[in-house]
């Protein structure tokens, strides 16, 4: 009987954490602009209630529970809440809401800074934020450093020393690399209006596996993933009416992350049973459709198909290997997210090594224009033209999403391990993708990673899915096969 009453204490908080993510993603798509400062306010309150659940009433729940006689699942998702309310116990009321009216704040001037580049509209709620961040992390605790206690939040364990090492190894095997030939041809260069972009992405995610019962795609400043709940996952995407790629790999980085939130257990919905393991986990999906499949000839192929049958009047004759070459054309570029496979990293350990910077009280906020532009010159031998094409290109500082950008990279080299390990239990893998023949491979994920929940940490879920333990070298191996500098 206790445990269906946590059960059902559980599901009643994944509902109101349900009701949060929708206000949130209509702030980022519909909201009214003068709507902002009572949203704020709304995010707040929920805040307040979801944070008694997690803490006050949930002792009293887990108080009548007696870990030592469960079993299965049951013992895992138990072991799990327990970790989680003492995280959560930590945390006042009051600073749960201040975070949250204030994420909702900034990230309301962080797009009108973006647009109008303008740092100074947006710093003030920046360096506001990165106060309270700190202060999170001095609440959580820490053994080096408080940047630490922020990653723990997306990588379970994860310290700053050792992403530091592998992403410095990376950097050091990659540094400044580019394809040598110069691109004669980019397929993906040509005028469509923004609807009929929308349209075809929105056919296309569908041929992927896209659910469109239970989601929708929209548009927005930055592209993102909103998990409403089990049945209502949202995805968002942008355009550039002159590159159609600018948005359909936006779009299939997205839709990856939804076929993962699509893919979870239906049933203890609230628990860890039926949550996603972490963010390296869920990066890990959205990076491997986006480039281990998405990037390779085979899909290529497919896309070709795609591009002809559903905007038959733009593209008439397509060469695969044009486009595959263009997709994994490696050269420095101002922005992340269009970044290719080699030189994203780079741009993830300028990130990195500022926000770190920035929560342990290295820098000040005032630096960060001029220090990203600086990094920016150093890893990547470019000059950043505008802070928009620069420091607020991305949407995750403006949501408070400090010790985020490191799993973009960690999920890449465990995306790549999966690519690997599934071309080799599938002798005909390139001949299934090539014919949009992707359903061997929901099966696998469904089996192997989207079931486990978040009941098995980041590396047990890699090693029981690939039989091998979380290596950097397959990732390395991963590129080697496909790319010549």
């Given at each position: ?31 009214p ?80 800074a ?64 580019k ?7 980019n ?5 469509i209006?923004?609807l ?45 009416e ?33 949550e ?63 970044a290719?496979?080699v ?143």
């Open positions: 009987m206790s445990l269906q009453k946590l059960y059902y204490h559980l599901e009643n908080t994944y509902h109101l954490h349900s009701i949060s993510s929708l206000l949130s993603w209509d702030q980022e798509t519909y909201m602009e003068k709507a902002y400062e009572e949203r704020s306010k709304q995010m707040g309150i929920l805040a307040g209630i979801i944070h008694q659940k997690k803490t006050t009433e949930l002792r009293e729940v887990l108080n009548d529970i007696d870990l030592s006689v469960l079993k299965g699942n049951d013992f895992l998702i138990v072991k799990r809440i327990q970790q989680d309310f003492e995280k959560w116990s930590k945390i006042p009321e009051k600073f749960a809401v201040q975070l949250s009216e204030l994420t909702s704040q900034a990230q309301f001037y962080w797009d009108k973006k647009k109008n580049n303008d740092f100074d509209l947006f710093s003030p709620y920046l360096e506001k934020l990165i106060n309270l961040k700190i202060q999170e992390a001095n609440y959580l605790g820490y053994e080096d450093c408080p940047y630490d206690a922020l990653l723990d939040d997306y990588e379970k364990g994860l310290k700053s020393k050792d992403f530091e090492n592998i992403i410095q190894s990376f950097v050091k095997e990659f540094y400044q690399k394809s040598k030939n110069p691109l004669k041809n397929p993906f260069f040509i005028n209006p923004a009929e972009q929308i349209e075809f992405a929105n056919r296309f995610i569908k041929d992927l596996g896209f659910d469109f019962t239970r989601g929708r795609q929209d548009l927005s400043s930055h592209p993102f993933s909103n998990a409403i709940s089990i049945h209502d996952v949202r995805i968002t995407t942008r355009v550039k002159n590159d159609l790629q600018y948005m359909l790999y936006s779009t299939i980085h997205e839709t990856g992350h939804a076929l993962y939130e699509l893919g979870l257990n239906t049933e203890l919905i609230g628990t860890p049973y039926s996603t393991c972490s963010l390296t986990i869920h990066e890990s999906q959205s990076r491997f459709w986006e480039n281990n499949i998405g990037r390779s000839l085979a899909f290529c192929k497919f896309l070709a198909q795609k591009l002809k049958e559903y905007l038959p009047k733009y593209f008439h004759e397509l060469n695969p290997d044009e486009i595959f070459l263009v997709l994994n054309y490696v050269q420095p570029s101002f922005i992340r997210t269009e290719d496979e030189t994203y990293h780079l741009h993830i350990a300028i990130r990195f090594e500022l926000e770190k910077a920035l929560i342990n009280q290295e820098i000040k906020v005032n630096d960060l224009p001029h220090l990203w532009n600086e990094k920016v010159h150093d890893y990547l031998g470019i000059t950043i033209p505008s802070d928009s094409l620069g420091v607020l290109q991305d949407v995750h500082w403006s949501a408070g999403l400090f010790g985020y950008f490191p799993t973009y990279s960690l999920g890449s080299f465990y995306a790549a391990q999966m690519y690997l390990h599934l071309k080799s239990l599938f002798p005909n893998f390139d001949s299934e993708i090539e014919n949009g023949n992707f359903e061997f491979i929901h099966q696998w994920l469904k089996k192997n990673i989207y079931s486990k929940g978040r009941l098995y940490n980041s590396n047990e879920i890699l090693e029981q899915a690939t039989g091998k333990p979380y290596n950097t070298n397959a990732f390395k191996q991963y590129i080697d096969s496909k790319i010549v500098f």
